[in-house]
């Protein structure tokens, strides 16, 4: 009877002793929580790259040569394409209030700079009607 207590004994201290010497990985407290971006960092960020737009026109500013649609500020250039109707057009053809879409890449000066610029609600293209079923 001893020698099977001593057994047990002796089997549970080796166990006792192999559990407390096999690490433990608990979370380390040591890392410093990463910085979150306030939303006006990310608002800033996403509209670094270049992206299309749309919305409303809320204002034109002809002598500085930009838009704004929303909050958005878009510098108009030479280079910028300009369609109202699907024809060409200038920038003095844009209106407050009417749908507005386009392109703009990161220009040299930190801008938004619009590449393409569409006045009034896009004409549907032929590829979008739909056609009646065939019977």
């Known amino acids: 009877m001893k020698l099977s207590f001593l057994k047990v004994l002796l089997i549970t201290a080796i166990c006792s002793l192999a ?62 394409k300009i369609k109202k109707s699907e024809k060409p057009a200038l920038l003095e053809d844009g209106m407050v209030g009417e749908p507005v879409s386009g392109y703009a890449k990161p220009g040299e000066n930190g801008k938004m700079v619009s590449s393409t610029l569409y006045f009034g609600a896009k004409a549907e293209s032929a590829a979008g009607k739909k056609t009646p079923p065939r019977k």
């Open 19 to 80: 559990f407390s010497l096999t690490p433990l990985h608990a979370q380390s407290t040591n890392k410093v929580p990463a910085e979150k971006k306030s939303t006006k960092d990310q608002k800033d960020s996403e509209h670094k790259s270049a992206h299309p737009f749309h919305g409303k026109l809320a204002a034109i500013d002809k002598n500085a040569k930009t838009i704004t649609v929303g909050k958005s500020v878009y510098q108009i250039t030479s280079e910028t």
